[in-house]
């Protein structure tokens, strides 16, 4: 449902052109140097020819065990990259560095909530991960089985990622501020046969205890047959012998060295639960090398990453944005990036500008809703730093208002950092609509699909428009492309390949300016960005329904000032329970519990019906209009009219 206060952006007409700096010497420019083409629009239509530009792209970045015979092979909506190729991301990632003149440079530097840092070089990455590959060997883990991992923004989290990669194991990634209750929900689906974590993490001076939060998961998980903990914080925790393994104890006597799985180049690297229109999360599965060559050339080229940039990708691993480009596309090109553990406003409001100064960062990648909280904390705080190092800032996960765009290209990037607005989602993989560091840019706008991509708007027809709102589709696949959604292909037909034939549905409402710059407005199923999380309305509504005083509820998401939308809940309570406060508290307090904290609603509503259509489905759009005071619309067809007058009186 696209936001009101997003319209705003349809509006905007200012334009700010790269400079010359950046014209003249861009990872892009030089590729094009190179091809010997001339002009940026020469390389968009030499792009055209996705086949040849993939393949080109894979012969720059990418070292193959054996050569594939064919760059793509299209069945739709199934695809293969780089079809009969041996393949490994680990190699990419890491072992070709730790081989070469970037072992002793550093990989990664960390700084937790406290302040304690470490900083780890392409060889120290290549030992840790060939310890924890070696340990997940010795408790049977095998290519092909999942393992669950739920850790902090700490170094561990890209070892232990890596570490599965490279016995071609799959792992399963859960934020870790998502619950116990989500995280059972998703090692269940995946049935994982291990999980990695930690005993707890710093979060605002206090500890998350993440391994209780396992231990209450996998009592009813019983794939799993061991854990992994990391000690982080030196809590006490609870030991369940023969199951539970320190990370410390289990890696100390593993050898350095393990060989990397030669794995077919389709076979899969990953799953990533993420939110749809139904109650239940689905499993994104992604495959090694189409992802790989997809998420470093996008980052090479959008970011112009190179060797002495100190890059910051502020996003947590536990989403797409840190697979993508905080672990695997960083890694594939040698990058030095900043993993920091905590808060942004600890110990103070200038975190963040403290660790660009100290670190020199010359990159930084972060959301909207991050961009209007530093707003919020006022521009005082950037300014006791010099962040003079920055040469490029972006974002990601929602639309950025043009407010938002301005007051971090002002204070943050001096008026000198372009901004790339990247628009992209777990199943694409990598950036599809961004600009280039040299491509002129219209605050709000994530401009056009960059080469090697095609996007368009289709109206209800399935007919390409121009200047009016509509679907976003993608025309043809592209090298991070899901491959499909575990255990179930038929949804993965139906979600995104169904409305209009072989071209991929994105899921939300677009429009195209004359210059063919791309407005995102924000979804258009039944799917939240709450502060550019991706949180399912039917996800909170089962939450709310799964408490035992609960009968029915509606979920509609409210334009946020800051975090983009809200949640808002109607509730229809058992017969004979009154709604008080105390009531709405323990709702808001179950969600957390079902979901992690990010799903909190933040109105909680009490009513005696909610408006469903005569085959039982909860009307959210006239929940919604009501709500907001709107037209509601014809609701003659509605089972139960009355209630939309039920949503006024809420109470
Ligand atoms: O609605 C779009 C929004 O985020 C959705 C994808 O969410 P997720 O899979 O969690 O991935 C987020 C990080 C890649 C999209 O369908 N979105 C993402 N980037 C942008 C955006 N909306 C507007 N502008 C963006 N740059």
Not at 287 to 293: E, F, L, N, P, T
Request: aromatic residues 12%; hydrophobic residues 40%.
């Amino acid at each position: 449902m696209p936001s009101e206060n997003i319209s705003v952006l349809l509006d905007e007409k200012r334009v700010f052109k790269p400079s010359k700096e950046f014209v003249d010497q861009t990872n892009v420019k030089q590729w094009m140097d190179e091809h010997k083409i001339k002009t940026i629009d020469d390389l968009y239509k030499k792009a055209e020819n996705w086949e040849w530009f993939w393949g080109e792209a894979a012969k720059e970045l990418l070292e193959f065990y054996t050569p594939y015979k064919k760059v793509v092979e299209w069945n739709a909506p199934w695809v293969k990259w780089f079809v009969g190729a041996k393949y490994n991301i680990v190699h990419d990632a890491v072992d070709k560095h730790a081989k070469s003149w970037r072992k002793n440079k550093v990989a990664i530097i960390f700084e937790g909530e406290p302040g304690d840092v470490r900083k780890l070089t392409y060889n120290d990455l290549y030992i840790e991960v060939n310890k924890l590959a070696n340990a997940l060997k010795k408790l049977g883990v095998n290519k092909g089985d999942r393992v669950g991992i739920y850790l902090p923004m700490i170094p561990e989290l890209p070892i232990a990622m890596l570490a599965c990669a490279k016995i071609g194991a799959i792992h399963s990634v859960v934020f870790s501020g998502f619950s116990a209750v989500a995280f059972r929900d998703r090692m269940l689906d995946c049935e994982a046969k291990a999980v990695i974590t930690c005993d707890s993490f710093w979060r605002r001076g206090k500890k998350v205890p993440l391994k209780t939060q396992t231990d209450e998961a996998i009592k009813d998980a019983p794939s799993v047959k061991n854990v992994i903990v990391y000690k982080r914080t030196n809590d006490p925790v609870n030991w369940t012998n023969n199951r539970d393994f320190w990370w410390h104890e289990i890696t100390k006597d593993m050898s350095k060295e393990c060989p990397t799985e030669q794995l077919d180049a389709n076979d899969p690297l990953y799953f990533l639960y993420t939110s749809g229109t139904t109650g239940k999360p689905k499993g994104i599965i992604h495959a090694h090398a189409g992802y790989a060559v997809g998420t470093a050339l996008t980052l090479k080229w959008v970011f112009d990453m190179k060797d002495e940039d100190i890059y910051w990708c502020a996003a947590d691993v536990g989403w797409v944005t840190g697979h993508s480009y905080i672990v695997y596309a960083p890694l594939i090109l040698g990058a030095t990036s900043i993993i920091y553990e905590g808060a942004p406003d600890w110990p103070q409001q200038d975190r963040w500008w403290d660790i660009i100064e100290r670190y020199g960062a010359t990159i930084l990648y972060t959301s909207p809703t991050s961009v209007r909280l530093f707003m919020r904390f006022g521009e005082d705080w950037p300014k006791k730093h010099d962040l003079s190092s920055l040469r490029l800032l972006g974002s990601v996960g929602e639309p950025i208002n043009p407010e938002a765009w301005m007051w971090y290209y002002r204070n943050i990037g001096h008026e000198k950092c372009p901004i790339m607005d990247t628009w992209w989602q777990t199943e694409t993989g990598h950036f599809v609509i961004s600009p280039l560091p040299i491509t002129p840019l219209k605050p709000g706008s994530a401009t056009k699909a960059l080469p090697g991509m095609s996007a368009e708007v289709y109206n209800e027809e399935g007919k390409a428009v121009q200047n009016a709102g509509g679907n976003l589709v993608l025309t043809h696949p592209w090298p991070g492309m899901l491959r499909g959604i575990y255990k179930n292909p038929d949804r993965y037909e139906q979600t995104y390949w169904s409305r209009f034939k072989n071209v991929y549905l994105a899921g939300d409402v677009t429009r195209k300016d004359d210059d063919g710059y791309f407005w995102i407005q924000g979804r258009a199923d039944d799917v939240l960005k709450i502060s550019g999380h991706r949180i399912g309305n039917s996800e909170v509504e089962s939450a709310l329904v799964s408490h035992p005083m609960v009968a029915e509820s509606a979920v509609i998401g409210k334009p946020h000032e800051l975090k983009g939308e809200s949640i808002t809940a109607y509730v229809v309570l058992k017969k004979g329970i009154q709604p008080s406060e105390d009531l709405r508290k323990t709702l808001t307090d179950h969600v957390s519990k079902e979901l992690g904290k990010i799903a909190k609603p933040d109105e909680i509503w009490f009513v005696s019906d909610v408006p469903k259509t005569r085959s039982g489905k909860i009307m959210r759009r006239v929940i919604r209009a009501k709500a907001m005071g709107q037209d509601v619309g014809d609701t003659s067809t509605l089972a139960n009219p009355e209630a939309v007058d039920e949503i006024g009186k809420a109470v």
